[in-house]
Structures are given as structure tokens and as C-alpha cells.
């Protein structure tokens, strides 16, 4: 079982950057692909980006691919979203996600994941 926290979000004005986090618990959470995925009202969830393991392997929404970094510091059991220039088309709620999966693993699916935090808002202002 893993739980899981996000941090970071608040106002921001457009061309500006916010960094969330997500803190896990468990033991395990080096064993766990995680992904960052996003919901603004009126409209369905969608993927941002996500990680591997060891990190080694990332992939990211083409929406946000070179002003978005995730990350992840196993020993801390933390998984970050570095996020820069953003647009008010970012304004939604922000969430992270885990699932335990085979080494290399990664996924962009919401559907792939068995985890998720309660989320954060991120408000980007024009």
C-alpha cells in the first residue's frame, strides 16, 4: 500500500514556475513508476509526465514537453514536477500516481496506475 501527498501548487502568473511535489510512503517506493496527471474543471484527466524507477526513463505530454521536468529522490521518497513558463491552459488540479510494476516500466495511461494523491491546484493567471 502506498500513500500518497502532493505539494507545491498556488497562484502563479503566466511565464512563471512551480515546483509540486509528491511524497510517498511506504518502503518500497524505489519499486514504483509514478506519473504526474492533471484535471481542469469541466474536462476529463490527462497525463502530464511520467518516470521510471530509477528515473532513468521519463516521458511527457506533449502540451508541457520542455517546460516540464519530473524527477525523483528515492531516498527521500519523493517525486517532483518542475514546472516552467506556464500558460493558464496549465490551471487544472495536479496529481500524482504509482503503481508497482516490472524494473523499466512506464506509463501514461491513468488506467495503468493503482495509486493517487488527493491532488493540488495549480492557478496560472493571465
Known amino acids: 500500500q502506498v500513500q500518497l501527498v502532493e505539494s507545491g501548487g498556488g497562484l502563479v502568473q503566466a511565464g512563471g514556475s512551480l515546483r509540486l511535489s509528491c511524497a510517498a510512503s511506504?518502503?518500497?517506493?524505489?519499486?514504483?513508476?509514478m506519473g504526474w496527471f492533471r484535471q481542469a474543471p469541466g474536462k476529463e484527466r490527462e497525463f502530464v509526465a511520467a518516470?521510471?524507477?530509477?528515473?532513468?526513463?521519463?516521458y511527457y505530454a506533449d502540451s508541457v514537453k520542455g517546460r516540464c521536468t519530473i524527477s525523483r529522490d528515492n531516498a527521500k521518497n519523493t517525486v517532483y514536477l518542475q514546472m516552467n513558463t506556464l500558460k493558464p491552459e496549465d490551471t487544472a488540479v495536479y496529481y500524482c500516481?504509482?503503481?508497482?510494476?516490472?524494473?523499466?516500466?512506464?506509463?501514461?495511461?491513468?488506467?495503468?496506475?493503482?495509486?493517487w494523491g488527493q491532488g493540488t491546484q495549480v492557478t496560472v493567471s493571465s
Open positions: 511506504g518502503r518500497t517506493f524505489s519499486s514504483y513508476p
Open positions: 518516470i521510471s524507477w530509477s528515473g532513468t526513463y521519463t
Open positions: 500516481a504509482a503503481v508497482r510494476a516490472p524494473y523499466g516500466s512506464i506509463y501514461s495511461s491513468d488506467r495503468n496506475y493503482d495509486y
